[in-house]
């Protein structure tokens, strides 16, 4: 695994529908998130899949709710 910057696009570099499958799973594994694998490859790069984990932030509470980071 090397490091992405995180304007990487998902896809162009080297990225396809399996890893997208694997990459939503370890994120479940990982984060504790369910992120569907059709918001992965809407998202495409690497900081739109991590403000996927990181979700919407809450006005609120001041925090994100998505999982539990």
Request: aromatic letters at 4%; charged letters at 20%; glycine letters at 16%.
């Amino acid at each position: 695994m090397h490091a992405l910057p995180g304007g990487a696009d998902f896809f162009e570099v080297g990225g396809d529908s399996l890893a997208v499958t694997r990459l939503a799973r370890r994120m479940g594994q990982v984060f504790g998130v369910e992120v569907p694998v059709r918001e992965l490859l809407a998202a495409r790069t690497v900081d739109g899949h991590v403000a996927l984990v990181e979700g919407p932030v809450d006005p609120a509470v001041g925090s994100r709710g998505r999982g539990a980071l």
